[in-house]
């Protein structure tokens, strides 16, 4: 956008702030006209209800319009003040308004004044009564009411009627120079309100929908910008982009299946079809698998990865963590143990030399399936005829990854795996560039996790419980929110735990330590050797939450669940379904409020992840859900991916269609679409070029 845009304008250039009131506002982050005229109300009370004292009741907020027929300030018995002012508005009933300690609200009136009170009425004693009510002083216009109040998002010493003057002035001074980004074919399509006429209804509306109208219209704005885009990326990137022909022959499908030590599941082998028609064509993959946890993601992975070898390519699975990279190795050993493909484990705990010689080997096109963390995406690293890039919990990475292989100047197909399930409108806009396939079925044979919320009172009854795993040869995880003790929390820590376990009801069993402080060649061995069932119980922090994989694990403690998310108690007790026995889930929990309670009560009720999802972005909101910040994103400064599900919907339907009629926006009517795109995505989606 142009430096002449008035958004832009620093607020301390501009008369009448003085340099304590800036200050105010630069802690709310407003620096700017654009800043301030965005900082938009978090709700707003409509006192529009304006009654009669006599036809008042105690239902939520109402006005009243009456005269001042009494004034009073007394002290009570406990040290308060009490300020009370009564209004009349036919000399029979009455309204009481009170103040308690603001001895100077008295001053505020005089007897016969016009005034309405807004607030919420009472009956108390003999009479109508509203505390602390909202006042507005009335001029000879009795029918003039106090209309629609906004609540804005202020901090100490701000109050909101100095907030609410700089805004008047604000945008009186500029608001009819903003350029109005939004198409007009667009705003007719919605009957959206012009920029200007938004600004006023967001901040000086009339009614309370014309407030709303305003706001979703600059919501709908914000979900456009971004699908559009994601729309720009995916066009960029599947009709440009030249990627290698992988096809899929009855032979190669006989040849991979029999690999798998198991049959695929119908969800598995839908996707399965998904993901090789999307190899067969000469546009590059670019596909979202999604499976609930233990849905069995990994086997379609591995189908790819192999049907891409198969096609003479080389197959890279990029992981986030070295314990996860070298877990699928492991997968990828058991399965390749009597073929000819040629694998390699890329992480950092490699000698130099053996890096070198790996990535030669990789160079020259000795090396078909390479596995690996962020190593891949390094300088150094390069591929001879590389085919497929697999991408294991994408969100572990950001946004960037995907466009760093093809800076390099080559077009892979790409799979993006997550076993984190999404509510809908999260994946609309982190993974908005991708087609989506869903695994929810459990591979046959797979038993449900038993969960019961304990209380602490039966600690030595939930023991006795994992003992008797134990002793039966089974497997099982003790998981704690933190690695140390903490002096401020009274919370249970990996590191004391463990130690307590060691000497007391677990001293019969071999117990190990995990957790995300240790190096990642302690990580591996500690792993290692509970894997090959060396160890009998692990203590441990949510570090196993994601891809740890044990099938004779079956035994899960959880201590203070209700410091954890829904989605991330969902992973963990996925790890206790990994094989044909069931598994059983204990929690500990002492939740202090009513959303922690409902938290762990979904928890129980369904084993569905992406019931769970939508539930806990429901219940803690998506920033601590799934923040699209982490993804490089940024985030919304409007829009509400709950409220709001049905403007991503509509804007995402219009993006779409926009670019497949103007590819480039190139159009003279989307000239400032085309720039709020490239101004806030174009060099974290990489769209520099579009057009």
């Known amino acids: 956008m142009a430096e002449s845009n008035p958004l832009h304008i620093a607020l301390e250039t501009l008369p009448d702030i003085s340099a304590a009131r800036l200050e105010l506002l630069e802690r709310l982050g407003l620096r700017n006209v654009g800043d301030l005229l965005f900082h938009f109300p978090r709700t707003y009370e409509d006192l529009n209800d304006v009654r009669s004292i006599a036809a008042l009741s105690a239902d939520g907020i109402q006005t009243v319009q009456g005269e001042v027929v009494e004034i009073e300030g007394r002290s009570l018995t406990d040290g308060r003040t009490v300020v009370s002012v009564v209004l009349s508005d036919d000399g029979k009933n009455c309204l009481e308004g009170v103040w308690f300690n603001q001895s100077f609200a008295a001053r505020r009136f005089r007897y016969g004044q016009r005034l309405s009170f807004s607030g919420k009425p009472k009956w108390y004693r003999d009479h109508w009564q509203m505390s602390n009510p909202r006042v507005q002083i009335l001029d000879g216009d009795a029918a003039a009411g106090p209309g629609v109040v906004p609540i804005y998002p202020l901090t100490e010493d701000l109050r909101p009627d100095q907030l609410r003057s700089l805004l008047r002035k604000t945008l009186d001074r500029y608001a009819s120079c903003l350029t109005d980004v939004l198409p007009v074919s667009l705003r007719h399509k919605h ?84 993901v090789c028609r999307d190899l067969a064509a000469d546009k590059p993959m670019q596909r979202l698998l999604q499976a609930d946890v233990g849905a069995g993601k990994t086997a379609v992975a591995v189908y790819a990865l192999l049907t891409t070898v198969a096609n003479k390519h080389q197959a890279a699975l990029m992981a986030p963590t070295e314990v996860l990279a070298r877990q699928h190795a492991q997968v990828l050993d058991r399965y390749l143990a009597h073929s000819r493909v040629r694998r390699l484990l890329l992480t ?52 960037h990854q995907r466009a760093r292989f093809r800076r390099r100047g080559v077009d892979p197909h790409y799979l993006v ?15 908005g560039d991708l087609d989506v396939s869903i695994i929810r079925q459990l591979p046959p044979g797979r038993q449900p996790v038993v969960t019961r919320w304990e209380p602490a009172s039966q600690r030595h009854r939930v023991y006795a419980r994992v003992r008797e795993g134990l002793e039966q040869g089974r497997q099982g995880y003790i998981v704690c929110p933190l690695v140390d003790e903490s002096v401020a929390l009274d919370v249970k820590a990996a590191t004391q735990t463990h130690a307590e376990l060691c000497e007391g009801p677990f001293r019969d069993f071999r117990v190990g ?14 792993m290692d050797s509970f894997r090959r069932r060396q160890l009998d119980l692990l203590v441990c922090t949510s570090v196993i939450e994601v891809g740890v994989d044990v099938p004779n694990a079956t035994l ?31 929690l500990f929990a002492e939740p202090a409020g009513d959303e922690g309670r409902q938290r762990l009560r979904a928890f129980l009720r369904t084993t569905d992840g992406f019931a769970l999802a939508e539930e806990d972005m429901k219940l803690r909101g998506t920033g601590e859900f799934f923040g699209a910040r982490q993804h490089g994103l940024g985030e919304l400064r409007i829009g509400n991916l709950i409220a709001d599900a049905d403007l991503l919907g509509m804007a995402r339907k219009d993006a779409f269609a926009l670019v497949a009629d103007d590819p480039g926006l190139r159009h003279p009517e989307h000239a400032l679409l085309r720039a709020a795109v490239l101004a806030k995505y174009g060099k974290t989606l990489d769209l520099a070029e579009i057009g």
């Open 191 to 274: 009957d959206w309100p012009t920029c200007d006429q938004a600004l006023r209804d967001v901040h000086f509306p009339s009614t309370l929908s014309a407030a709303t109208r305003g706001r979703r219209r600059f919501v709908y704005e914000e979900f456009l910008i971004l699908q559009l885009a994601l729309a720009l990326r995916r066009r960029d990137v599947r009709e440009e982009g030249r990627a290698p022909v992988l096809t899929t022959t009855p032979a190669i499908d006989a040849r991979i299946r029999r690999l798998f030590p198991f049959q695929l599941a119908a969800d598995q082998d839908r996707a399965v079809a998904e």
């Open 348 to 399: 950092g705990a490699l000698t130099p030399a053996q890096r070198r010689d790996g990535l030669a080997a990789l160079a020259a096109g000795d090396i078909d399936l390479v596995v690996g963390t962020q190593a891949l995406v390094q300088e150094d690293v390069r591929f001879a005829r590389l085919g497929l890039v697999v991408i294991d919990e994408q969100h572990k990475f950001g946004v």
């Open 417 to 431: 795996m997550t076993a984190t399930p999404i509510p809908r409108t999260v994946a609309l806009t982190v993974f």
């Open 513 to 526: 330590l995990l957790h995300g402080r240790q190096d990642d060649e302690t990580k591996a061995a500690v």
């Open 556 to 586: 899960l403690v959880i201590e203070h669940a209700e410091r954890f998310g829904l989605s991330q108690l969902h992973q963990l007790r996925g790890r206790v379904s990994r094989g044909p026995s069931a598994g059983q889930c204990f």
